[in-house]
């Protein structure tokens, strides 16, 4: 019987997902609560919210953008590095080898020839310590554009959600109370959903997601009632 191994490979672009969806949601929905506060109008609140998803989404999307780029130059120097002391000093390099397979619980016998058999494939070797002594995994070429796009669209997506009130109601109060009700329930499943792709237990993600985004709006609430007053 063939066996298939299923493993989820898409963390990282799970990651990107939630960091831009987080905000998205939280943050417009924090700006236009503070807004209602203040007793502006349902378009000034849309206008601001609108220009602070551009502002937000363009921002994350640079900050992941960058993120990924600096985890790529990193690999590239410590690949580098690794290479030259595979080249210069190539004894020191094969004993690191045989010291990493030891804390696998092989011997000296058993993992001799192992460190002889890198020793004749040197990109073998370079990958080897690159994975096995420095932690690192070679990064996708493409990476830091997709994690740029992806952040940036989730932001844009999960900030749309609470303005979408703002929008079709042109009282701010009234849309307000469907914007919290709207955002929370965004927010729970958000949550819920986040907590099944990292492998957390999903109610409580859900929970933890709710209780930050409707702290964030209540102190933004808050502090636009305490200067209006």
Do not use: C
């Not at 109370?177 to 409580?204: C, D, N």
């Amino acid at each position: 019987m063939e066996h298939k191994e299923r493993h989820f490979t898409a963390g990282e672009t799970v990651r990107d997902i939630i960091i831009g969806m987080s905000d998205g949601l939280t943050v417009p929905f924090a700006l236009a609560a503070g807004l209602s506060g203040a007793n502006a109008t349902s378009s000034l609140i849309v206008t601001a919210g609108l220009a602070e998803i551009a502002a937000g989404s363009i921002a994350m999307g640079l900050g992941g953008y960058l993120a990924a780029k600096g985890e790529a130059d990193h690999y590239n120097r410590e690949r580098q590095r690794e290479e030259d002391e595979i080249l210069t000093v190539p004894d020191i390099e094969a004993h690191e080898v045989g010291e990493i397979l030891s804390k696998f619980g092989l011997r000296p016998h058993e993992y001799n020839p192992v460190v002889e058999a890198l020793r004749d494939r040197p990109e073998d070797w370079l990958e080897f310590m690159m994975r096995f002594e420095l932690g690192l995994e070679k990064p996708n070429p493409k990476r830091a554009l997709q994690s740029a796009i992806t952040i940036a669209a989730s932001y844009v997506i999960g900030g749309v959600i609470p303005l979408t009130p703002y929008m079709l109601l042109h009282k701010a109060r009234t849309a307000l109370e469907v914007s919290i009700a709207v955002t929370l329930i965004a927010l729970l499943l958000f949550g819920y959903f986040k907590g099944l792709l990292t492998g957390t237990k999903p109610f409580l993600s859900a929970f933890q997601t709710t209780f930050i985004g409707a702290l964030a709006s209540a102190a933004a609430f808050g502090i636009a009632l305490a200067i209006q007053s």
